[in-house]
């Protein structure tokens, strides 16, 4: 079945300390987007990779990075995580970003800074 | 400030009758609206969308209302089955925008009683 992964699916680090999740799709999509939703809070958009091109939201802090080596792979780079950054990061893909609107979720990455 | 509101966290019903789950959103300027579904340790999923040129969509079981002047939309569900006990998730986005960025609701934990 083409899917959508993330891995790991439980991430624990200390804070400070720079920590990578990955996202992975089998769909072909040119789109895909990284969101943070922390708890009892809606999804919030972080950045969107439209093939190779990188668009980041304008709240998105610095300390976020993201980075697409090839159309199946997505990374984002949390460089200096905080206590207010655990939440729950999902991954998700789309066809495109004109007209096709649905988009396809991983099942997330649950980061804990301790 | 939250675009898109579910002010309802949490509803429960029983087998058989109605789920009504509600969704209301400040900025005219959406357009197009998705609803998602969540099941604990997986993604959001796509369960069913309408354009703003629309008052109603009906897909099986699930139907979406959009009342334009009121900024309100609502998922109805008949007959609710315990299956579609999940977290239930509004989106609203601009059809035609650049990023096809959704905005989303906090959600509402939904739980059909047996």
């Known amino acids: 079945d083409a899917m959508v992964i993330q891995n790991p699916r439980y991430q624990v680090t200390q804070f400070g300390k720079p920590v990578t999740l990955s996202c992975s799709q089998t769909?072909?999509?040119?789109?895909m987007y990284w969101y943070q939703q922390k708890s009892s809070q809606a999804p919030k958009l972080l950045f969107h990779y439209y093939d190779k091109d990188f668009n980041n939201e304008a709240d998105t802090p610095d300390n976020f990075q993201s980075r697409r080596p090839n159309t199946s792979f997505c990374f984002l780079d949390i460089r200096s995580p905080g206590l207010g950054d655990a939440a729950m990061y999902l991954c998700?893909?789309?066809?495109?970003?004109?007209?096709?609107?649905?988009?396809?979720f991983g099942p997330g990455t649950r980061l804990t800074v301790t | 400030d939250q675009q898109v509101k579910q002010n309802s966290p949490s509803l429960s019903v029983q087998e058989g009758r109605i789920s009504i789950l509600n969704c209301d959103y400040t900025?005219?300027?959406?357009?197009?609206f998705l609803w998602y579904k969540k099941y604990p340790a997986e993604g959001p999923t796509f369960l069913i969308s309408i354009s703003s040129i629309k008052d109603k969509n009906e897909d099986g079981r699930f139907t979406v209302f959009l009342n334009k002047s009121a900024k309100h939309l609502s998922l109805h569900i008949v007959p609710s089955q315990p299956g579609d006990s999940a977290v239930y998730f509004c989106a609203a986005t601009f059809f035609g925008g650049a990023t096809n960025k959704l905005i989303f609701g906090t959600g509402t934990l939904l739980a059909v009683q047996p």
């Open positions: 900025n005219s300027m959406f357009d197009y």
């Open positions: 769909l072909n999509h040119n789109v």
């Open positions: 998700a893909t789309s066809r495109d970003t004109q007209g096709v609107l649905e988009q396809y």
